[in-house]
């Protein structure tokens, strides 16, 4: 069987169209989207204008319930009542202190050479004060 082709044969249930028909409905198809293309690209435009009002409406709304909320919590933490400083008492403690110091400061230090017993002292302060692995360590030392 011989290929057929499509011009020279159509194929069953194919309808026949032709050719000078099918450039002039190319033609009125050419003119048609010359004129609907105008109108298309002004909808499409409006379509986005409208769209970006409406973007602009609902970011316009949300900043102002943001806002709104940090009015609120503004308001919140200005009715606050500031904790009360008692400035004679943090005097007097202030002029205690002073007094510590110079104290402290105004001694005379006297350096004396470590007697025996304060060895012993020692001792017995580093055993009832440090943790239970430096006292194991001190019983295991000859």
Same mark, same amino acid.
């Given at each position: 069987m011989?290929?057929?082709s499509s011009r020279s044969t159509p194929q069953l249930g194919a309808n026949v169209v032709p050719l000078a028909?099918?450039?002039?409905?190319?033609a009125q198809m050419a003119t048609l989207l010359h004129h609907i293309q105008p109108w298309m690209q002004k909808s499409i435009a409006e379509s986005e204008a409208r769209m970006e009002h409406r973007m602009e409406g609902m970011m316009?709304?949300?900043i102002q319930a943001v806002n709104?909320? $940090?009015? +609120?919590f503004e308001?919140?933490?200005?009715? /606050?009542s500031a904790p009360a400083t008692d400035i004679s008492a943090l005097q007097a403690d202030l002029s205690s202190l002073r007094t510590d110091v110079?104290?402290?400061?105004?001694?005379?230090?006297v350096e004396t050479q470590a007697s025996p017993t304060a060895l012993a002292d020692d001792?017995? $302060?580093? +055993?009832?004060?440090?943790?239970?692995?430096? /006292?194991?360590?001190?019983r295991h030392m000859p």
């Open positions: 011989a290929p057929s028909r099918v450039q002039k409905l190319e316009d709304r949300k709104k909320r $940090l009015d +609120a308001l919140r933490v200005l009715e /606050r110079d104290a402290i400061l105004a001694a005379p230090s001792t017995v $302060l580093e +055993a009832l004060f440090s943790g239970p692995s430096r /006292r194991s360590l001190h």
